[in-house]
């Protein structure tokens, strides 16, 4: 990046102590900064680099390029197109706003603030994204359908709070497992049980969910930087990995809901 010269980079061992959360990225830390000078650093090469473009290109293509493939107009509940919206968004935008900022003057309060946020938008897709899918899925059991948009919600919030209180990355990633076995008791009743949706939709939401997973396996992991410290400093380490998956979750996730807002408008449930 040659439009701005940065200040000198860190090494892992001189930067504070709450950014060493990845011992194989050995290099390309930036100094604690300002925020003008956080945002400066959208503008040279550093290790957050390309974490803060595989999600801020994303987000910015997602927010003017969705609106003209949601049917809008044509679905009687507007609040799924909302939902669906706003849950593509979310994770993109907590985590530029992270790791933009995440060498703070503040220092550890502002970053687990950032962290925070971060993992709030994680939940939130997983939250906003899913209930179009229970609403879809249990259309046809009314009751049903509430008292599981319910639980799920209750469920999420749960998350949020153990993704927002947990200290390793393992952790996070498993605050979200009972919202994905939640998924999948969804998906299994779509095919085991009376709830419809799509033919196409569920190998789209299964891909979603396969993506998520092995994203967040190999955020935990830390591969391919483990097997080589030091190679995969700036591009192509575990994190990166994860944010390209993330980023296919979310496409996969709409492609699914279209699909399903597709059928459902000529759909009618069984009498009786």
């Known amino acids: 990046m040659g439009l701005h010269r940065g200040p000198r980079l860190l090494d892992f061992t001189k930067t504070p102590a709450h950014l060493q959360f990845n011992k194989y990225v050995l290099t390309g830390y930036r100094p604690v900064s300002t925020a003008p000078d956080c945002l400066r650093s959208l503008f040279y090469m550093h290790n957050e680099l390309g974490n803060i473009y595989s999600h801020g290109i994303p987000f910015l293509l997602f927010l003017v390029l969705l609106p003209y493939s949601i049917p809008w107009m044509e679905v009687d509940s507007t609040w799924i ?6 849950a593509c968004l979310c994770p993109t935008i907590g985590s530029v706003l992270y790791h933009v900022f995440m060498n703070h003057i503040g220092g550890e309060h502002v970053y687990d603030t950032l962290l925070s946020l971060d993992m709030v938008g994680v939940c939130l897709v997983n939250t906003l994204g899913a209930l179009p899918i229970i609403f879809i899925t249990l ?21 949020i709070y153990c993704a927002t209180t947990a200290h390793t990355n393992f952790l996070r990633l498993r605050a979200f497992v009972w919202q994905a076995l939640f998924r999948v008791s969804l ?25 998520a997973v092995l994203g967040g396996l190999v955020n935990v992991i830390q591969i391919p930087e483990r097997f080589s410290p030091g190679l995969f400093d700036n591009w192509g380490n575990s994190h990166q990995i994860m944010h390209v998956m993330v980023v296919c979750s979310i496409v996969y996730l709409h492609w699914g809901t279209m699909a399903d807002l597709a059928w459902i408008k000529t759909f009618q449930c069984p009498a009786g």
């Open 81 to 86: 197109c909302v939902a669906h919206y706003l």
């Open 139 to 159: 259309l046809c059991h009314p009751a049903v359908q509430q008292a599981a948009m319910l639980a799920y919600i209750l469920l999420s919030a749960y998350g």
């Open 187 to 211: 998906f299994l009743f779509r095919v085991y049980g009376s709830g419809v949706g799509s033919p196409d939709s569920l190998r789209l939401f299964v891909i979603m969910d396969a993506l």
